[in-house]
T-cell receptor
Framework: DTAVSQTPKYLVTQMGNDKSIKCEQNLGHDTMYWYKQDSKKFLKIMFSYNNKELIINETVPNRFSPKSPDKAHLNLHINSLELGDSAVYFC???????????FGPGTRLTVL | AQSVSQHNHHVILSEAASLELGCNYSYGGTVNLFWYVQYPGQHLQLLLKYFSGDPLVKGIKGFEAEFIKSKFSFNLRKPSVQWSDTAEYFCAVINTGGFKTIFGAGTRLFVKA
């Protein structure tokens, strides 16, 4: 059983398009996150949600909009994709706000 | 602003060598500390963590880390590395006040067989 799953695993798209990445966790956790990992492997938090409420919203362009339909899902929608959005996006979840995070396999986004 | 520094960006060791990876953070309040590992082509997974209590914590695969509060450090150690330890290692800090997770830039470890 996959604990944190993301779809798709790879996403190749043109500049200007809109795309979504989905994340689901079956761990019963209350908190979910989105991270961006750039080409130098640097991991930066983008958003965190606790019980479907936005807790952390880092300095992310408003083209990025997270949506949490329920505690088990946190989707990321990106409008008007730019070249600089190319990265690996990781979803994660944790029981509490300061607990161990469990990461998904990542979605490699390539914007052409 | 909070930050996490990992001093070694690339480390190359031979098998059986000892490993120490440095991690320092800047935050004056209470923190939870983590080391995560990312094996090639895989997602991040927890190596070990410190929340409170004994500052020397042991993790999986023979790794350990020591929290030194006065130095704001949480260095990772392993007495004898194996080829299978080749991976990227990330130190992470969560301040228990604002609940923001900060990751270090990562250390790429390559172990020669």
């Amino acid at each position: 059983d996959t604990a944190v799953s993301q779809t798709p695993k790879y996403l190749v798209t043109q500049m200007g398009n809109d795309k979504s990445i989905k994340c689901e966790q079956n761990l019963g956790h209350d908190t979910m996150y989105w991270y961006k990992q750039d080409s130098k492997k640097f991991l930066k938090i983008m958003f965190s949600y606790n019980n479907k409420e936005l807790i952390i919203n880092e300095t992310v362009p408003n083209r990025f909009s997270p949506k949490s339909p329920d505690k088990a899902h946190l989707n990321l929608h990106i409008n008007s994709l730019e070249l600089g959005d190319s990265a690996v996006y990781f979803c994660a979840s944790s029981q509490g706000l300061a607990d161990t995070q469990y990461f998904g396999p990542g979605t490699r986004l390539t914007v052409l | 602003a909070q930050s996490v520094s990992q001093h070694n960006h690339h480390v190359i060791l031979s098998e059986a060598a000892s490993l120490e990876l440095g991690c320092n953070y800047s935050y004056g309040g209470t923190v939870n500390l983590f080391w995560y590992v990312q094996y090639p082509g895989q997602h991040l997974q927890l190596l070990l963590k410190y929340f409170s209590g004994d500052p020397l914590v042991k993790g999986i695969k023979g790794f350990e880390a020591e929290f030194i509060k006065s130095k704001f450090s949480f260095n990772l150690r392993k007495p004898s590395v194996q080829w299978s330890d080749t991976a990227e290692y990330f130190c992470a800090v969560i301040n228990t006040g604002g609940f923001k997770t900060i990751f270090g830039a990562g250390t790429r470890l390559f172990v020669k067989a």
